[in-house]
């Protein structure tokens, strides 16, 4: 029996990629952003957008399916390498198809003739997603290669941004650089994934079992992609490059804080597919019930706090040329706590539980309101009209899948201390809001208002033992009096 990794190791190296996909664009964007101006970053980001819905056809909806179709057989080394191999397979297929449709398009499409060289290179990550197989080392729970693989590459990248990109017309290079760091190590997991499954054909395929239920979840990838890349797509068509990339500042500062909202909930499902599996259901409420609570203590403050200071945050990560970003980043924000929210609900609880259409009709209904909404918005609000867009659609998944979850979740949701994260906000509001009357550099603000925000919220917390702070608080305390006793030996 392969052994377990532990949740809390797991959570760490989980919180290492995070960190890593946040100080990679921190330190990335905002030099990219100012050499590459609103018009640059937007044909990328419009490129971006658009073979992400050619990447989703080619993935089905297999990187949230095989971790739980892996996560289920892991036990057993023949299953999971009949199980991964048919994956694969069907992924390759798939990726094939991707690429003959996209010719079409580059052929046909006038808007797309311009710049085919960079749609040509964003396409890469077609086929780079098709042989890396994430969802197996999801599955076993690899998160320390992952991890380190990833640093690795995105270090490579950040290299190459600044080595490389030095005009406006560098934005292929940027481009590139940016499939480099999200899916180049995808090699390599082809290659290392040897060590999990056998690479020699086992036999007796069975292509079929698999149909159905990625059926549902290439439709939950559909409409979850759709939602969350039709805003920038629609820009493009609807409006101007400039715009594009005035949204795309809001929308990578959001993408950034939304990975440290979600990396629990990411972790936890293996662990939770797992439990159902073994039919540990008080094993699978306690994490969820602990998952849940994280998102809400975490969420909250990172919302609010920068739309007090989304002013700020757009001038020092991106530059002046990119002002026509700060209201759309203001009402995009609020998307932190429910992206947060559903991640838990459609992931972590209703995938494992195997009710994956619930989640298919929320993603569905936040599909249909960002159309309607988009269509109507964004020729009169541009950027603005699109965040609103992405806003309601978000809304609209939490609605449909809080209904869905009412009874089994509705407890859950009450053991939420909101009066304690409500006064902290208010106490973290009430100590940072009065720095911008100085006028400091948008650095130095930042970096007293976030200290004494996020200082007051959490030190509020933790003086009214607020349970999940007060167990990180004597984790990173213990850990450290570990490492102090090591170092006096």
Known sequence: MRKQKSIKLN????????MSSFIFPLITFPYVSRVLLPTGTGKVSFATSLISYFTMFSQLGIPTYGIRACARV??????????????????????????????FALLFVSRLHEDRLLYLIVSLSILLNAIGMEWLYKALEQYTYITTRSIIFKFIALIGMFALIHSPDDYIFYGFLSIFAASASNVFNFIYAHKFIGIKVVGKYDFKRHLKPIAVFFAMACATTIYTH???????FMTSDEDVGYYNAAVKIKHILVSVVTSLGTVLLPRASYYIEHNK?????????????????????????????????ILFLSGSNYEGSIVPMQIIMPTLLLIGITNILGLQILVPLGKEKVVLYSEIAGAVVDLILNVILIPKFTSAGAAIGTLAAELAVFVVQYVALKNQMGEAFKKIHYHRILLGLLLGTMLSIWIVQFKLSNFITLLISATLFFGAYGGFLLATKEPLVIEIFYQIANGVSKKLGIRKK
């Open 11 to 18: 959570f760490i190296m989980n919180a290492l990629l995070t």
């Open 74 to 103: 892991r036990d057993n080394k023949n299953e999971l390498t009949r199980t991964a191999h048919e994956l694969l397979i069907i992924n390759l297929i798939m990726a094939f198809i991707s690429y003959v449709v996209l010719a």
């Open 230 to 236: 039709l805003d920038t797509v629609m820009l493009g």
């Open 281 to 313: 259901i008080e094993e699978f409420k306690r994490i969820s019930q602990k998952a849940l609570n994280f998102v809400f203590i975490v969420a909250t403050p990172m919302m609010l706090y920068f739309i007090l200071f989304a002013k700020q945050g």
